[in-house]
């Protein structure tokens, strides 16, 4: 896909530690497809996940339920936070609200000792 990632759209970060769970909001100007794609492919994917001016970026990714997600954070001094996310369930659910469309993921976070990275 050639379309390129806007940066300066909505992205919210929602986390509620009472129940375990963070919901992340993006905006994109993009059609269904490249929306699928920005969640699904890894070098979209780095591209906005982070919260600036940290950056994203994964070192393997298995995209499919039962699969998995390693990536690191990176702080703008260098400083890295690595990150395992199983993905438990994932959906798509074309039009919500037109122009609306709503991908939904349900994964855990797991807390893996730097070593295995």
Sequence with gaps: MKEKMKSDLLMDFNIDKANNKVLVKKEFA??????????TESRLLDQWWAPKPWKAGTKTMDFSEGGSWIYAMTSPEGEEHWSR???????FAEKVSKPVYEIYFTFRMVIVPLTQF
């Design 85 to 91: 996310n199983d993905y438990l369930k994932i959906g």
């Design 30 to 39: 993009a059609s269904p497809a490249f929306l699928w794609a920005a969640w």
